[in-house]
């Protein structure tokens, strides 16, 4: 059973557009929130984290936003760049072990 | 740091056969996790341990599957006999607990 459920499967986005991509999760214990990006051959590298006690986490492009009543967060990438084409995992756990992976999201930026 | 370790980097073998994934965890790194990539089920945990101690076992798909960690430094994944059905990445992690886990490049195992 798949306790993290994201969408979509396959994004195509333009050059300086904003990726968004979506989870949501059933499990209330879960208490970390991470985003992983893995390219072609590659395993998969963390790329944000955030943890239920706040509402939004911004690294550079990339800002997770946590809707913990809705048990939903999100991804997005601004200024989307073709080297940000990958594909990208959402996750969760509790305290940070165990991770329960999404099934990913395809991301092409079309120049 | 050379990061987590795996081999072989692909392997192809025949049903039946016994197939051993190895990895090295990053120096230090008290966590080690083994998962599975497929297409049609994403990334799945099997097994992770704590201290070289299995923790929770509960992902392995059947009795087919065994891992493995003698020590601090290196983990075996085994799978005997294989089955088509087996083909996958097997990716191996660690971290320090708890925290980002680093993945190593996969094992790809075509099973024939």
């Known amino acids: 059973q798949q306790q993290v459920k994201q969408s979509p499967q396959s994004l195509i986005v333009q050059k300086g557009g904003i990726s968004i991509i979506n989870c949501a999760y059933e499990?209330?214990?879960?208490?970390?929130f991470p985003w992983y990006q893995q390219f072609p051959g590659k395993g998969p590298a963390l790329l944000i984290a955030?943890?239920?006690?706040?509402s939004e986490k911004k690294e550079g492009r990339f800002t997770i936003s946590f809707n913990k009543s809705a048990k939903q967060f999100s991804l997005h990438i601004m200024d989307s760049q073709p080297g940000d084409s990958a594909t990208y995992f959402c996750?969760?756990?509790?305290?940070?072990?165990?991770?329960?992976f999404g099934k990913g999201t395809s991301l092409l930026v079309t120049p | 740091d050379a990061g987590v370790i795996q081999s072989p980097r692909h392997e192809v073998t025949e049903m039946g056969q016994e197939v051993t994934l190895r990895c090295k965890p990053i120096?230090?790194?008290?966590?080690l996790f083994w998962y599975r990539q497929t297409m049609m089920r994403g990334l799945e945990l099997l097994i992770y341990?704590?201290?070289?101690?299995?923790?929770?076992d509960s992902g392995m798909p059947e009795d087919r599957f065994s891992a493995k960690m003698p020590n601090a430094s290196f983990s075996t994944l085994k799978i005997q006999p294989s089955e088509p059905r087996d083909s996958a990445v097997y990716f191996c992690?660690?971290?320090?607990?708890?925290?980002?886990?680093?993945f190593g490049e996969g094992s790809r195992l075509t099973v024939l």
């Open positions: 996750a969760a756990s509790i305290s940070g072990y165990a991770l329960n």
């Open positions: 499990n209330t214990a879960f208490d970390y």
């Open positions: 955030i943890r239920p006690d706040v």
């Open positions: 120096s230090g790194h008290d966590y």
């Open positions: 341990f704590n201290n070289n101690v299995p923790i929770d």
């Open positions: 992690a660690s971290c320090r607990p708890p925290g980002e886990l680093f």
